[in-house]
């Protein structure tokens, strides 16, 4: 029995590998559960397979550009920065850095890289995580366009199966195009062309093999990977590129050498200086309200404006010489701040310099270290450069220690000095001009307090060329020449004397200026306009009140010719705000806004008739439909003839009136003048045979400029600094004219009297009439001694128009008695004067 036991106990051959005998039956149904499983996943995921066929017409989100007349961007509106290449575009290096990068089998296989995911799968087995994606570019670019970023077996299945769709649909050429249109490169940039063009100032054709392993590099992980916050990170990630390339083959071992040999080299990004800021948000507004916000930042509109960026520039320089010279006045209005010792050691103000210089123009926020007699230190950045007495003398203080301290914050401005002429001869200038550039001077500075406005248009087709809506967009965006509502003072004018023109008065026709007293809003007789000076000329022609500004002629033309009819004169010239007919609207009492001022100067300039002024000629989709098409809204406002008399009055204002600063430029000009009570407006608004411009200071709350700062002090500078622009730049033309129309007719007239010009006239001007209006009666020499006397003592030689209203004193006698009252010229109607 015992022996029976031990036999049964005897260790049987073989009986260790049966020692789990179910193990054999088992692992085909572990198996088939796993394989259930995944397909059960697999179909359940199925179900949420998008369309992949809707890609024929996907489009990405893309930024929507305004051109300027120069085919220049000069603004864009986006969520996100794209640019779009079309299949071919993809240039080879790019293709090759991402193929060697992330998916070096992408042209054999049909999605999904069965190799790469077993790789991936075994290393994330061991890690015991989601740690190795495996992902080729067609499953990339599904959890792009359809899925999510989320680590699970889940995604990455729906992801391998999207991939497939999505390779039975699309060619290899368009995956990889649309992928490198839609990857994310950081800093808001999506697709290669939008990266190249930030990162390297050139578009992705032009990019370099270090530049092109340096993009694809930033792939795997883009708000990580930058090249300004982690440049040797991204030194690395470039480097694993190449060297990728390099074992696939696609470069040499000597080019290979020479990239990794290179630094990283992108471009500095300055903050963003916006050019015509004010002018882009007025489309950005119309844009938004008329396709809304989703085509505005989404839709990819191309937005073909009048905008001029020559003339854009003159303006905007013009505007910010003028509103500085005038601001400069006023004196030093102290620091932005004041540090203490703690503040000036730690603070440390961000200057945008390129490459590690400053910007000549540019305005840069400086702590002042120390002041003595001679110069301060200002630390700018990390920099400290020495401001002397002349960067300073506009303030009134030539010794720094007088108005700084340490640890003030204030503006200041770098500017290259003008080159004095060398003397010595040839030798001496050739010498000067080899010779290093000249080191920046450093000025300080302070941002104004008063606003500008400027504002170009062509007056024939009523394009908006140029349009600066204030000092600066960043400080506030309100924009003064749409949006402001402005006393307009004496740039009113143009229209009393225009709707007397067309009533059948002439230049030469004369009214007596003298202290007279009108019904005012309160329907009494209240209303006692002065002139400017305060004094009184007596007998004036409508030229030489216009030129000159006279207020009371222009408020007794007024209430000639009718309330009524200059309202309607205004409103058909371009005006669009309601007018009241007080005798106070011919001086400019109603608020309006300057595009509208702007756009009825135009119409006198365009021969009487109206154009709407506009900013945009085409809008197009992406794919180039034209949406919108500028048609021009045109009608006439008054005669040519009457317009063109008008024009002829208002070129008298810079020949010898109120704008007799311009008048030395080499064209035709005319304009008005305009300035407010106790100066808070001024105004220039002029035109030349093409252009029609307006220059506006002041402050946003009403405030007075300072004594004396009437529109020709003020605003006329800069309309100067425009034109002068222009004529440099070739966009004005120098002898301009403007042409009279028929219906016109020139006389030689004595200036002061308007009769025609006979001998012994003091002053003969060439005056233009609407034909058959022209005057009759010749100058004698005895209107040289009535035209030098006080007002007074001239009116009993003047007969008023049937009307106007009259001192009810008129001063003392005249010695001797007054000589017999002869009319200068007969009035309209057949009156006399």
């Not at 792009?144 to 050429?173: D, G, P």
């Not at 008399?645 to 020949?655: I, K, P, Q, S």
């Amino acid at each position: 029995m015992t022996g029976d036991l031990a036999g049964r106990r005897r260790p049987v051959p073989g009986a260790r590998r049966r020692r789990w005998p179910w193990v054999r039956w088992t692992w085909p149904l572990v198996v088939a559960v796993l394989v259930g499983t995944t397909v059960g996943v697999a179909v359940a995921a199925l179900i949420h397979v998008p369309q992949v066929g809707a890609l024929a017409s996907f489009t990405p989100n893309l930024v929507t550009q305004l051109f300027a007349v120069d085919g220049s961007v000069f603004a864009s509106f986006a969520r996100e920065r794209r640019m779009m290449l079309k299949e071919g575009e993809i240039p080879p290096l790019i293709e090759q850095a991402l193929l060697a990068s992330e998916d070096i089998n992408f042209f054999r296989h049909g999605g999904i890289d069965a190799m790469g995911i077993a790789r991936a799968a075994l290393d994330d087995l061991r890690a015991g995580r989601m740690k190795e994606g495996a992902s080729t570019i067609s499953m990339q670019l599904a959890r792009t366009l359809f899925l999510t970023r989320e680590r699970k077996w889940r995604r990455k299945i729906e992801e391998s199966l999207v991939a497939v769709e999505l390779e039975k649909t699309f060619s290899k050429q368009q995956i990889i195009t649309l992928y490198l249109n839609l990857v994310n490169l950081g800093h808001g940039n999506y697709g290669i062309e939008a990266a190249s063009r930030y990162y390297f100032g050139k578009p992705a054709k032009a990019d370099t093999l270090p530049e092109a392993a340096t993009l694809i590099g930033i792939i795997p992980a883009p708000s990580r990977f930058s090249p300004y916050r982690e440049p040797e990170l991204v030194l690395r990630q470039r480097n694993r590129v190449l060297r990728l390339m390099l074992e696939n083959r696609f470069i040499t071992a000597e080019a290979f050498q020479k990239a990794v040999a290179q630094p990283l080299l992108v471009t500095s990004q300055q903050p963003e200086e916006s050019f015509a800021p004010y002018f882009g948000e007025e489309i950005r507004k119309y844009l938004e309200a008329t396709y809304g916000a989703n085509m505005l930042y989404e839709g990819g509109l191309q937005v073909q404006t009048c905008l001029d960026p020559r003339i854009q520039r003159a303006a905007e320089q013009a505007i910010r010489t003028g509103l500085l010279h005038v601001d400069h006045r006023r004196g030093w209005g102290g620091p932005i701040a004041q540090l203490d010792e703690a503040g000036i050691e730690q603070q440390s103000l961000p200057a945008a310099f390129v490459e590690g210089k400053p910007v000549a123009g540019r305005w840069y926020q400086g702590v002042v270290l120390s002041a003595d007699r001679a110069s301060a230190s200002v630390r700018i950045g990390k920099r400290e450069f020495t401001l002397d007495g002349t960067g300073m003398a506009w303030t009134g203080h030539l010794h720094p220690h007088d108005l700084l301290r340490r640890g003030m914050v204030a503006w200041f401005r770098f500017e290259v000095p003008e080159a004095r002429p060398a003397r010595g001869g040839k030798k001496a200038a050739k010498a000067a001009a080899g010779a290093s550039a000249p080191a920046m001077q450093l000025l300080l500075e302070q941002q104004p307090r008063m606003e500008a406005a400027g504002l170009v248009i062509e007056s024939r087709t009523g394009a908006i060329r140029a349009m600066v809506g204030g000092w600066d967009f960043a400080r506030n965006r309100f924009n003064r020449i749409t949006q402001a509502r402005r006393q307009v003072g004496s740039a009113f004018k143009p229209f009393v004397y225009g709707a007397a023109l067309e009533q059948g008065w002439t230049p030469a026709d004369t009214l007596l200026d003298a202290p007279t007293s009108f019904i005012g809003a309160d329907g009494k007789l209240s209303y006692h306009p002065e002139n400017y000076y305060h004094k009184n000329y007596g007998i004036v022609t409508l030229r030489r009140a216009l030129e000159q500004s006279i207020n009371v002629p222009a408020v007794k033309l007024l209430d000639l010719v009718g309330g009524g009819k200059v309202v309607s004169f205004a409103h058909r010239c371009g005006i669009r705000t309601p007018l009241p007919t007080w005798p106070s609207i011919a001086l400019g009492s109603a608020d309006l806004v300057p595009l509208e001022l702007a756009a009825s100067y135009a119409a006198i300039a365009n021969e009487g008739t109206h154009i709407e002024p506009y900013m945009i000629e085409r809008i197009s989709s992406a794919d180039g439909q034209v949406l919108e098409q500028h048609f021009p809204t045109a009608y006439t406002s008054t005669d040519p003839a009457v317009a063109y008399v008008l024009t002829h009055m208002m070129e008298g204002v810079v020949d010898r009136g109120t704008a007799y600063a311009i008048n030395d430029l080499p064209l035709d000009l005319a304009g008005k003048t305009g300035t407010t009570d106790d100066f808070t407006d001024a105004w220039f608004v002029g035109f030349t045979p093409r252009y029609t411009i307006l220059t506006w200071i002041g402050y946003d709350v009403k405030r007075s400029l300072g004594q004396g700062m009437s529109g020709a002090v003020a605003a006329l500078p800069m309309w100067r600094g425009i034109v002068e622009e222009g004529l440099k730049g070739g966009w004005i033309q120098k002898g301009e004219a403007f042409s009279p129309p028929p219906g016109v007719v020139f006389r030689q007239v004595d200036y002061y009297t308007g009769l025609l010009a006979g001998e012994g006239s003091p002053k003969v001007v060439k005056e233009a009439f609407v034909a058959g209006t022209e005057p009759a009666r010749e100058y004698s020499a005895r209107w040289s001694t009535i035209t030098t006397l006080p007002w007074y003592q001239q009116r009993p030689f003047y007969i008023p128009k049937q009307g106007e209203k009259m001192p009810q004193k008129g001063g003392p006698p005249l010695p001797g008695g007054p000589p017999p009252a002869v009319p200068l010229n007969p009035p309209p109607g057949g009156e006399g004067n």
